[in-house]
């Protein structure tokens, strides 16, 4: 009896049907229904783990070791659940598994063709996923826009999916943007009508239209959009501009939208119950403190690219009765002038984000080592963990030119190197070490205090490691390894003692960090940054006083 709901996108890309679609889950989740999410990726890579975050963004890593969208991310912070990789369904999977098919002569010499068998292998892995959990409702997000050539066959599969499993348990939303005029301040509704005649071209009418603006529309947009959308206006919402993306859920179910799709999809009437989300939303609004973050990477002109870091430490800082400005710098500007550093002095907090490639990396071993030097609270996050390593061995074991082989494979003092095991791949794409992995925390360490356990579990994409070489020198010098994977084999956690928070890790903690929930890693950096802060209030205080 599971209820399938498709979103669509017309206009551009990146226009918010991701965070709609989490809406629609979190509506249908307050109400008591069982939901999951899954994405469609029009593109032909397998996976997205082979793009660079400026094509594509950031690289949302699951527990069972997919490189997906980051979309997925939203789903996972919004819904609060996990999901997997086979929730990702790109181009590149449909077309490997059918053209696998055909050579292994499972089509029986029939001339395979986009229509019926590329749609029936899309519609296949739709069904699994609502067959293998227990579900009211699948939401499904075509990605790109309509009209891509590239997302034909999946708007062609959902139109089938409607004729098999009948117009009640199916429901299409489409989200568009209305853009506001600068000069007359008025909101323009013809490329959303453009957008739907291209989706009706297609053989899809909307049942329900979602406004994307950067205000609530007025009535006579919303006439037009029902008009020219062949809709009644109680299915026409708007998602307009918000302080936190957290209140798009509650803002969209005050329209009306949750009542009416339980209405359309004949599900049962339930009152919702915000109560919970509502404390949530509150956190984020009412905090009354501030705390500067730098962002040291080099992904600094897309902040995409960065995402589920930038929510973990809005979902710490909220935790704390704060809310946090994040200031992405390009590491490659201390290179060029390591003057440069001194403005990191004005903010609360480092952070040393991940990245792959050599560019930029000597400005992350200078950040990394200013902010041990200045006492200002640091995180470093897998390859930043992997240049805090770097930064400690260079200026306080003094050696000299260590490095990572990833960035000078002829290093005299490899700290960093390649894992035995990914030496002679063929394939880059999936071949990282990917998903969940068990760590062994020490007892009376910083991450211990942080985590209260000795076993963890956390999401992992990398494919060099701390040189085992090395390990005793690096403690020999006062470095903390206080974290290792479950056989022992890699150092997981370093930190730093006497400092007022220095900690590395080679996991991603950012993606299993929720609203409501903040990571612990995250939570302990954006508390010792508040307390940065506040110390140096007194202290230009005292200044004044004197």
Same mark, same amino acid.
């Given at each position: ?178 853009? #506001?005029?600068?000069?007359? *301040?008025? @909101?323009?509704? =013809? +490329?959303?009508?453009?957008?739907? /005649?291209?989706?009706? &071209? ?58 009416? #799709?339980?209405?359309?999809? *004949?599900? @049962?009437?339930? =009152? +919702?119950?915000?109560?919970?989300? /509502?404390?949530?939303? &509150? ?69 040393? +984000? ?193």
């Amino acid at each position: 009896m599971t209820k399938f709901i498709f979103v669509t996108g017309g206009v551009l890309s990146s226009v918010g049907k991701g965070i709609v679609m989490a809406s629609i889950g979190k509506m249908l989740q307050v109400r008591g229904f069982r939901v999951t999410a899954i994405k469609i990726d029009p593109y032909l890579n397998v996976d997205c783990g082979t793009m660079n975050p400026y094509q594509h963004g950031e690289i949302f890593v699951t527990e069972d070791g997919g490189e997906i969208d980051l979309d997925m991310g939203h789903y996972e912070r919004f819904l609060d659940i996990n999901l997997t990789k086979d929730q990702n369904i790109t181009t590149g999977q449909i077309y490997w598994t059918v053209i696998d098919k055909e050579r292994r002569g499972e089509y029986l010499g029939k001339c395979v063709q986009i229509v019926p068998h590329i749609t029936d292998e899309i519609k296949r892995r739709i069904y699994a996923v609502a067959e293998r959990n227990s579900l009211d409702v699948v939401l499904t997000e075509i990605g790109g826009t309509v009209g891509d050539i590239e997302g034909l066959p999946y708007l062609e599969a959902v139109r089938q999916i409607r004729v098999e499993k009948g117009y009640e348990k199916t429901l299409y939303v489409h989200v568009a943007l209305v853009p #506001i005029l600068h000069v007359t *301040g008025e @909101e323009k509704t =013809k +490329p959303l009508q453009h957008s739907v /005649n291209e989706l009706r &071209r297609i053989g899809i009418q909307p049942d329900i239209i979602v406004a994307r603006c950067q205000r609530m529309i007025g009535s006579e947009a919303k006439a037009k959009i029902a008009l020219f959308g062949t809709i009644p206006e109680s299915a026409v919402f708007c998602s307009y501009d918000v302080e936190t993306i957290y209140q798009v859920p509650l803002i969209l179910d005050y329209q009306g939208m949750g009542e009416y #799709i339980c209405q359309r999809l *004949g599900l @049962e009437r339930r =009152k +919702p119950d915000w109560s919970l989300w /509502n404390g949530i939303v &509150r956190s984020f609004l009412d905090a009354s403190k501030k705390v500067r973050i730098a962002m040291c990477g080099k992904y600094t002109n897309l902040a995409d690219s960065y995402i589920s870091i930038n929510e973990a430490l809005k979902h710490a800082a909220a935790a704390c009765g704060a809310k946090v400005q994040i200031d992405w710098i390009d590491s490659e500007g201390f290179e060029r002038d390591p003057s440069n550093l001194k403005k990191l002095e004005s903010y609360d907090g480092i952070i040393v +984000p991940p990245g792959f490639g050599a560019r930029g990396t000597e400005g992350k071993i200078l950040a990394a080592n200013y902010a041990r030097e200045r006492g200002l609270p640091f995180l470093g996050i897998c390859f930043g963990f992997q240049m805090a390593v770097v930064a400690f061995a260079r200026y306080i074991c003094n050696l000299k030119d260590a490095n990572s082989t990833e960035n000078d494979p002829d290093t005299p003092h490899p700290i960093l190197d390649l894992m035995p095991e990914q030496r002679g791949l063929e394939y880059k794409g999936g071949s990282m070490r990917l998903g969940a992995h068990e760590i062994i925390i020490k007892p009376k360490t910083l991450a211990y205090n942080l985590y209260g356990t000795e076993k963890i579990l956390e999401r992992h994409r990398h494919r060099w490691e701390v040189n085992p070489k090395y390990w005793q020198i690096l403690e020999a010098h006062g470095m903390v390894l206080s974290g290792f994977s479950s056989d022992g084999r890699r150092v997981e956690i370093i930190e730093i003692p006497n400092h007022p928070f220095y900690l590395g890790v080679q996991f991603h903690p950012e993606f299993k960090s929720r609203p409501g929930k903040p990571e612990p890693a995250y939570k302990g950096f954006v508390e010792a940054a508040i307390r940065c802060n506040m110390g140096a209030r007194k202290k230009n205080e005292k200044e004044i006083i004197k």
